[in-house]
């Protein structure tokens, strides 16, 4: 027969240095895995068991050196709606058993909105069901590479790391146990569709960005449309300075005939016709006088006509101008109301939101001591407060004996000990419709026992207030 004594004696403390390793904070599990490369050549510890931070690589979930989260985006009404009814849409098919289906919809809408959380949680813990305890591991991977903060996927890697450490341990010393297959993580019934406040911050820089790119574009049309009409204006005042100026020069082509046919009438001009020719002979004095005298009245004329077109102009510029800035102001005003109204409606929303999860802690707490209230009772041995938090008429899902049977039971188990401890702790609640159920940690203590297991009981509600729900069913997890 061969002899697996030395084999065992090297396999068990390498084993038990992994799960150690596997326990510790997931920053020092960076840095041991760091030097766990430096002192194998680069190669690490490739096992079932690697920290949160080290790097993926197969399948098509990406690396996690590489993925990088999709910029923000704000999701439309259609958008928001399509997106929560595929994620209800996999709830009901996880709380059904259907996990191929829960995990179709839910890796679809981390290839669609890969920013947003929650479909990570729920295809991990889809996976997790279905048997797929690496995959899970992987998807949860995933969701920290989009949100190093977010606590639940710490929680549920942790869960996975201690299944697959369970089973690398058994393997490693050839137990006959059964492999631990299949690992129930929390979901969350919801996803959040409010931008957080690093992601509000960054949106009001976008829309103020835009804003301000749309008002320099209409402030270029706006000064585009004032030289425009400067220049149509410039044409059109050289125009009429062109027809001044012929008009004048009529006025003083008439003046001077005028003034010609009163000098002859007057007899100041002399003429001689001879031939057909007309010779003659002004006095100068006189006529160099007039000449001068209207070429001043003239440019006298001229000066003011010039002057009072520059007038005109300047006017003009100055009232169009005064125009432009008030469209501009008006703009400016409108765009600004329209921001202060966003960031109302947006803080608005957020009020609401956060009135909702006060709204489900306070519930969780009232789930919370039901159980509390179920574990004293227990402790105390007393039977009918015992048996007043389960239903009428209950009986445990799945066997075949009748409710007096059970009673009976219970009867001689808590009264045929000489003491019982019930501690409860690490509570985790989940609602779904008219029921609720609540997974927590029980340690059982008697003279002939001490025990700790993970529970799971589930409650139906009677109304509204969850103070009166009863329990329907109860099963260890774990």
Known sequence: MRKKFPIRLILVPAVIGVVAWWLWPAAQQDDLAEQNKSSLGGRGLVSAVQPVSQSFGDGNLGSSGDYKSTPISVLDDAEKKTLSANFQKAQQAYEQGNQPRAIEILSQLTIDHPHIIEPYVNLAAAYAADGQLEQARLTLNRGVDVNKTYARLFENLRRVHGAL??????????????????????????????PSGQQMVALLQQRESEFRTRLEVVSKELQDSKNSLELAQTQSAETN??????????????????????????????ASLDQGGVSGSLPRSNGNSVALENEEKLRLKQKQLEDQQVAERELAARKLAEQEQARLALLSSEKEQERK??????????????????????????????????????????????????????????????????????????????????GVSNFEVRNSGD???????????????????????????????????????????R
Not at 342 to 354: F, G, N, P
């Open 165 to 194: 450490a369970a089973n690398a341990y058994r393997s490693a010393l050839d137990q006959e146990e059964e492999l631990v297959s299949k690992v129930e993580l929390p979901i969350l019934n919801e996803v959040s569709l409010v």
């Open 435 to 477: 029921k609720f159920f609540v997974t927590f940690s029980q340690h059982y203590q008697s003279n002939t026992m001490d025990d700790t297991i993970r529970k799971q009981l589930q409650f139906q509600k009677m109304g509204d207030d969850w103070r009166q729900a009863k329990i329907i069913g109860e099963r260890v997890v």
């Open 341 to 422: 109204d966003k960031l109302i409606a947006d803080a608005k929303l957020s009020e609401e939101q956060a009135q909702a999860v006060q709204d489900q802690r306070a519930q969780n707490q009232l789930a919370i001591s039901l159980v509390k209230s179920w574990a004293d009772a227990w402790s105390g041995q007393n039977v009918s407060s015992y048996v007043s938090h389960y239903r009428d008429g209950y009986v445990p899902p799945g066997s075949s004996i009748t409710h007096a049977t059970w009673l009976e039971q219970r009867q001689v188990r808590l009264t045929n000990k000489k003491f019982i401890n019930v």
């Open 241 to 270: 300075d062109t027809q001044t100026m012929v008009a004048s020069l009529q006025q003083q082509l008439s003046q001077s005939q005028l003034e010609l046919a009163n000098l002859k009438e007057s007899g100041v001009l002399v």
